[in-house]
């Protein structure tokens, strides 16, 4: 079976409306690209309870049903960032500097001041503060990072894990594509989900869940989905009703929800397809 994905994004400023999200779209892109939809998100501040109880929450699914979440944010080593505490503290592990991120670490170092043409301290207060980074609890595994050499971290719990990159988009992408290609690829759909929808007019959905119950009763694997509107700028007042899934099997539903609509005296908008 196909394990449920889920995201988890870290931050004050997300919060606050300092910044927009732009890891939620991203991750459905990312995945929807492979066939493989996104199940849940959260979001959380820079709290270390909560964040720790998102964790834990995350590491159980991971645990029981192989979910697979990525977490996005709080994993550097300034007073605000938590994450890396927070997922050992959930796992009940001791955190340690992992050699090989000390390696990639050290070697950033050695980059940023060869580009400005200082020496190399290594030992340097600043410089040593900085393997923080590297700090992650025990047993985790590297995610590379293309952009910085920076790594993130994984944790296993079962048969799941959770990823855990940087609240940075140009870093966690890549870095969500590394995992998803290099650890997920057996689970890439080569005919991913589709959608198939029409506008109605004229309908509540009570009236139409009977239909909806029935359609998902005789097709497996089909999900019915309604989505209603009462000021849409092109339709007005409106459902939005269709189904989705595996395509073979939504191209069995999708008339079949269409015969059902048709004995209701209904409007019908445009027929889309996602």
Not at 98 to 124: C, F, N, S, W
């Amino acid at each position: 079976m196909t394990p449920h994905f889920g995201l988890i994004i870290v931050g004050d400023e997300i919060l606050s409306g300092k910044r927009a999200d732009k890891h939620m779209p991203k991750a459905i892109e990312l995945l929807g690209a492979r066939g493989l939809p996104l199940a849940y998100a959260d979001y959380v501040g820079d709290d270390p309870a909560r964040i720790t109880a998102t964790l834990a929450r995350a590491f159980a699914a991971a645990r029981e049903s192989g979910d697979v979440v990525f977490s996005c944010g709080g994993i550097g080593a300034t007073p605000d960032d938590h994450t890396r505490q927070c997922a050992a503290k959930a796992l009940g592990l001791e955190l340690a500097l992992h050699p090989t991120a000390k390696t990639l670490i050290l070697e950033r170092m050695a980059d940023v001041a060869k580009e400005q043409g200082t020496p190399y301290e290594p030992d340097r207060d600043d410089n040593i503060h900085r393997l923080n980074m590297g700090v992650f609890p025990a047993g985790a595994e590297i995610i590379p990072n293309p952009y910085n050499k920076i790594p993130g971290f994984t944790c296993r719990a079962g048969q799941g894990a959770v990823h855990f990159v940087p609240g940075f988009p140009v870093m966690a992408w890549p870095m969500i594509e590394w995992v998803l290609d290099n650890q997920y690829a057996h689970l890439h759909q080569k005919s991913p989900h589709t959608e198939k929808s029409v506008i109605i007019f004229g309908s509540m959905e009570a009236m139409l869940t009977p239909l909806m119950l029935d359609i998902e009763a005789a097709h497996a694997g089909v999900k019915v989905f309604s989505l209603p509107s009462v000021d849409h700028p092109e339709y007005g007042r409106h459902i939005e009703l269709g189904v989705k899934g595996a395509p073979e099997a939504v191209n069995l539903a999708y008339p079949a929800m269409l015969a059902g609509l048709h004995k209701f005296d209904l409007k019908f908008g445009p027929e889309l397809v996602r």
